[in-house]
């Protein structure tokens, strides 16, 4: 990582890159829907790609000397397209949240009907939400998971039918099973709806082999590029042949959705970097790391039960795990384990559970995956350790319980970050951790 720009002209910022740079290497980032992204991403991140304007796609730009860039974005396409399989695909879209928003515009007139898995059961906000601008503009119902976790289909077949949507969403921010695509697109087809795969979670999994790809089920593909994927923050939709059958002119209206819909000029130094992560998804390491992801979030699965944490769906099929905390600090405890965790090296987050018996803000669980630990070379045995420190962790706030009167409960939290903050075990835990992660490099930090 060279700074030495940034060190002569503002050391405010740099001591701050620095600092960060630390985080990240001398903890264990449990975070599943983060990644150690390779420093040839990087380096087209910091290119001089960045100052180029470029509204408009390739050979049809609004400005001039877009030569090099529409063959960057080319490239970028090509290999998206030879990825997944895909007859379509655009590399434009921001981050993965306008990459669905552009799904709406391309399929829907605002108030139409749309089903998405219900954030608190393990969907995201952009599949419907309330608060999310797809839940305001868009007529949104929300389908659930069962207390394994997994969708309930008779809930989404019901609902389907009696609302018959336009769109139908599967893939989640929260779940550990592989998506059902051939289920859902069944229920798609019944009723004529679009049925969109958002991988963002998963794309990494799918590009290696180690998950089923939905290019044969979903009419739609969108994903983010920063996850599992591994490369810089982006996002990306495809049209699926089974899609271009339903309406030949669906890759048009996708881009035109990206641009003008929702977006200007494209981030072509983003561009360029989605190139290079989608050159290295398809390369034999990048298999090889796919699936050792898979194998690790079992082993740590493993690891973690031994040693006494209920998991949502007893394990996983995929990168992430959701620990039910209930068992150890009552309803609404979450917020205890991601502190304890946080205190000694871990980072992860607190999440709902399905049946949530605390609330958003209060959740019962916490969410966490192995694709960033993968990326640093641990393996199934270093898993086993991780799964002992998060577990012990755990156990540190085991006395602590969420008041159950709602105005109480601010207070409490704040009386329990005081106290827990000097605990000696989770500083214990935090030094191993520090000496641990030495044998790990984290790409592009010395
Ligand atoms: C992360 C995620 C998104 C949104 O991505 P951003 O880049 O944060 O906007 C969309 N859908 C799913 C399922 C996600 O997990």
Known sequence: MNLSHIQSEDLDLYALIKKEAERQKEGLELIPSENYTSPAVMESMGSILTNKYSEGYAKKRYYGGNEFIDNIELLAIERAKNLFGVPHANVQPYSGSPANLAIYMATCQPGD????????????????????????????????SKPDGRVDFDEVRKLAKEHKPKLIWCGATAYMYEIEYEQFAEI????????????????????????KSPANFAHIITTTTHKTLRGPRGGMIMATHKGLEKDPELGDKMDKAVFPGLQGGPHDHQTGAIAIALKEAATEEFKKYG????????????????????????????????????????????????????????????????????????????????????TRGMKEKEMEKVGKWIASAIMEAKDYQLPGVKEDRSPYLSKFKKEIKGNETLKKIREEIKQFTKDFPVPGIE
């Open 291 to 374: 699936h050792q992801i898979v194998k690790n979030a079992k082993a740590l699965a493993e690891s973690l039960k031994n040693n006494g944490i209920k998991l949502v769906g007893n394990g996983t099929e995929n990168h992430l795990l959701l620990l039910d905390l209930v068992p150890v600090y009552g309803p609404g405890g979450g917020a205890f384990g991601s502190e304890v965790l946080e205190l000694a090296g871990m980072t992860a987050n607190k999440n709902t559970i399905p049946g949530e018996p605390g609330s958003p803000f209060y959740p019962s669980g916490v969410r966490m995956g192995t694709p960033a630990l993968t």
């Open 113 to 144: 009907v749309v089903l998405g898995l219900n954030l608190t059961d393990g969907g995201h906000l952009t599949h419907g939400w309330k608060v999310s601008a797809t839940g305001i503009f868009y007529k949104t119902y929300g389908y659930h």
């Open 188 to 211: 798609a087809d019944s009723v004529g709806a679009f049925l969109a795969a958002d991988i963002a979670h998963v794309a990494g999994l799918i590009a290696a082999g180690a998950h």
